[in-house]
């Protein structure tokens, strides 16, 4: 199961795609990690899909990677008096704390965290953005706010606050559960929705531990503004590109989604970009090109991962997404111009031993033209380092520890193999020749470059590089240090 590409794609399940059956059919075409979605999921469900993707991984015996995308804080108006009004600009339109049925000129908010962050001048966006308001004042349990861009107001729909930074934590009660219950069934990755600081994570990191790793979904304003501070307490990043361009002028979300892009990538923290990536594949079996450029493009910005949501989830041509996609991402990574582009936005190793003899052998396995790297990594800080450089060979992980090749899943460019750890440095060059030639990734002949911690099994010990040729039989007929 070797994949033509280095970028990893990420499709979640749904109606359209949670069946064993379709389960084996989405990761045949080329799924490398799979999101729930937890805004939609039930815990039986989560059982049963979780399930039936730890039986595909043991069937192709490939580390699949689990995403759980926690739901996170989410905002509402209350019931409106014959569920839906008109509001029209230039209207001024009340929210209080009274829970009557709204109508055309108040409606009830049943979040005081809201009243308590909210200050005049803010923006109130309501029903994903279509309707647009200024708060021009408060007082206590009452916000009137003017309608900038008016529109039908219905029931329930939710309200963003894209200049208010909320007194809320990043987990909600049923996030908490949701987090906890995913845990115990041991997910790869969580996703945390609506981070607003670095903070959050920090909060959100005293629950998790190491027991997954965490996902920073960067659509708010405020959690831009943080950025740094998002990314040093990460593990990744997702460019939630939907609830961005509700909060944000959408104009600025390519900008933006290649700032995050960049800084991921100099921080060595994978970034997974998202959202309507091939939205017409929901209900069409082919793309626009819009679409096939806008998947082109986060290939050749160098995202570790792109992802599929309602395509895949409830699409009528879930397969068929996946397999456009994984085309797309051949081609663009096949194209003339792609290497000098996806090191565009290069930056100089951290200032580590570790970084600095992952960057060193990239150097050399380009000079000595090797057919790959290999990797030897207990917690997969080794082979992060490496596809930090974004190399122009394949990168193998090798590893002992399952959680270990799953979390690697989403990483650019690493294809990973569960191996038990060698018993000393001559074993450790026989083994790494072995599984290249087995993994089809080298010939006889060709050269391979090692990097690993010594002793093998010490978290963040990358203090090691080694260069072996194979003979016919994948014993190594050369080597050195």
């Known amino acids: 199961m070797r994949r033509n590409r280095r970028v990893k794609i990420v499709a979640t399940l749904g109606p359209a795609s949670n069946s064993p059956e379709m389960i084996a ?17 039930t815990p039986d469900g989560v059982k049963k899909v979780h399930t039936a993707l730890r039986t595909a991984e043991a069937n192709f015996g490939r580390p699949i990677g689990i995403l759980c995308d926690l739901q996170g804080p989410k905002f509402r108006v209350g019931n409106i008096d014959g569920e839906r009004v008109g509001l029209a600009s230039g209207a001024v339109y009340r929210f209080d704390a009274n829970e009557t049925a709204g109508d055309a000129h ?3 908010l049943p979040h005081p965290q809201i009243f308590e962050a909210v200050e005049p001048g803010h ?20 916000i009137e706010a003017e309608v900038l861009v008016g529109g039908m107001l219905a029931s329930r729909k939710g309200i963003s606050l894209p200049d208010t930074v909320l007194p809320v934590g990043p987990l909600t009660e049923k996030d908490k559960k949701d987090l906890d219950f995913a845990l115990r069934l041991g997910v790869d990755w969580v996703a945390l929705s609506f981070v607003q600081r670095g903070e959050d994570v920090k909060m959100a990191r005293q629950l998790i531990g190491q027991a997954a790793a965490i996902m920073s979904k960067i659509e708010k304003p405020s959690a831009i503004t943080d950025i740094d501070e998002v990314i040093a307490h990460s593990d990744g990043l997702m460019v939630a590109r939907g609830d961005l361009g509700v909060e944000m002028p959408v ?27 091939l939205e017409s594949m929901v209900a069409s079996p082919v793309p626009t090109r819009a679409e096939v450029s806008d998947v082109a493009t986060a290939v050749f910005d160098g995202a570790d991962a792109i992802m599929l949501s309602a395509e895949s989830a409830v699409g009528q041509f879930p397969v068929e997404a996946i397999a456009m996609m994984d085309r797309i991402a051949y081609e663009v990574e096949n194209d003339p111009s792609y290497p000098a582009l996806v090191h565009a936005t290069r930056t100089p190793p951290l200032a ?20 790959c790297i290999i990797c030897y990594t207990a917690t997969g800080s080794t082979a992060l380092r490496v596809a930090r450089e974004r190399p122009g060979l394949p990168v193998i992980g090798l590893s002992p520890v399952v959680a270990t090749g799953r979390k690697l899943a989403l990483i650019w460019g690493v294809h990973c193999v569960l191996t038990s750890d060698p018993e000393n440095q001559a074993a450790m060059v026989r083994k790494a020749c072995r599984i290249a030639l087995e993994e089809g990734f080298a010939r006889p002949g060709e050269g391979i470059i090692i990097v690993a911690g ?8 990358t203090n090691m590089v080694r260069i072996a040729f194979l003979d016919e039989a994948g014993n190594p007929v050369a080597e050195g240090a």
């Not at 010594?454 to 010990?461: A, D, E, K, M």
């Open 106 to 108: 108040r409606v009830f």
């Open 123 to 142: 923006t109130l966006l309501l029903d994903d953005g279509k309707i647009r308001m200024i708060v021009r004042a408060k007082s206590g349990g009452t």
């Open 25 to 41: 059919r989405l990761f045949e075409a080329g799924v490398d990690v799979f999101r729930i979605n937890m805004s939609h999921a």
């Open 454 to 461: 010594v002793p093998l099994g010490s978290p963040g010990t």
């Open 352 to 371: 580590t031993a570790a970084d600095a003899i992952a960057a060193g052998a990239h150097t050399v396995a380009d000079t000595l033209k090797l057919a």
């Open 251 to 277: 104009e600025k979300v390519p900008g933006l989604q290649k700032q995050i892009v960049s800084k991921a990538r100099a921080a060595g923290k994978p970034v997974v970009v998202a959202t309507q990536m």
